[in-house]
Structure formats: structure tokens, C-alpha cells
């Protein structure tokens, strides 16, 4: 069963649809299935949730990337085989940034998601860095809980 905070952010999607398309008959509008218990779903329910209230949220990718130094040959008989290697090469971003950089209500807010794991000691760093220059950082589990960070925020304006 769905939780209020996904029922909320899939009411939320809908006026956002009803807004764009005005014209679209009501059975033909559909939205995204949301779920918030995988990293990358709840990241993506955070980021719609924030854009349909009309604030700035973008996803931050430190992974790096891939350079694939291997190509593909052919032997005499026209058999083709991949000869060669690829390495992965650092990112430009600094280690341990936060899944989510917001803005909301003119605050810079970074939003790190924790489903199964802990905070790693860059991210413990990172989080001092943003906190002693201000911003705010929050560790969410769920939709529920930034819900509840939001509305804070909210009642604090």
C-alpha cells in the first residue's frame, strides 16, 4: 500500500499534468509510478516533489567516467574480438557531495539519501563544509521524512 507521502506527490504530479495539458481528457492522464524505497526512486520522488512546488533541484553524479581504450579486430578467418582495456577516471566533483543539491525557499539545501548504507567519512566532510557555510544538509530515508523536513522548512518562512 502506498504511503500519504507518495499519494501526495502522485496528486501533485497530476496537477502538474492537468496544468501542461489542459486539453488531455482526464482518463487518458497518467503519471509516473513512484517509489521510494530504492536510492535512485527515492532521489527521483525528492526531485519531482520539489519541481511541482515550483523550487530548484538537481541531481549530483560523482561516479566519474569511462574511457574505453579497447577497439575491435578481426583474425583472418573474419571472426571479430575486442582487444584492449577501458579505466575509470575521477570525476570533477568533490568526493562525498551530497545525491541532491536544492534550492528551497532561496536556501541552499543538500539532501544526501541513505536507504541500506551509512555515511561515508567524505560525506561526513562534506556535510561540516555545507553546515559551517550555512546551507542545510539532511540525510533522508524516505519520502516521509523529507516531507516532514519540508514542511518544517515550510512553517519556518
Not at 495539458?21 to 517509489?35: G, I, V
Not at 525528492?46 to 575491435?72: P, T, W
Not at 571472426?79 to 582495456?85: C, D, L, P, Q, Y
Not at 553546515?131 to 522548512?153: P, R, V, W
Request: charged content about 25%; hydrophobic content about 35%; glycine content about 8%.
Amino acid at each position: 500500500m502506498a504511503s500519504e507521502a507518495l499519494r501526495q506527490l502522485r496528486e501533485l504530479a497530476l496537477a502538474d499534468s492537468r496544468l501542461k495539458h489542459p486539453d488531455y481528457p482526464e482518463q487518458w492522464r497518467c503519471t509516473r509510478t513512484y517509489n521510494d524505497r530504492t536510492s535512485n526512486g527515492l532521489q527521483l520522488c525528492i526531485s519531482d516533489f520539489l519541481k511541482f512546488r515550483g523550487h530548484q533541484c538537481e541531481r549530483v553524479a560523482v561516479m566519474g567516467r569511462y574511457i574505453d581504450n579497447s577497439k575491435v579486430v578481426r583474425d583472418c578467418l573474419g571472426r571479430s574480438m575486442r582487444i584492449g582495456s577501458g579505466k575509470w577516471i575521477p570525476g570533477s566533483m568533490q568526493k562525498g557531495s551530497a545525491d541532491l543539491s536544492c534550492i528551497i525557499f532561496g536556501k541552499s539545501v543538500k539532501v544526501e539519501i541513505k536507504i541500506k548504507d551509512s555515511q561515508s567519512v567524505f560525506q561526513k566532510q562534506y556535510q561540516e563544509q555545507v553546515e559551517a557555510a550555512g546551507g542545510i544538509y539532511i540525510i533522508c530515508h524516505s519520502l516521509e521524512e523529507f516531507i516532514t523536513f519540508y514542511n518544517k522548512l515550510l512553517n519556518h518562512e
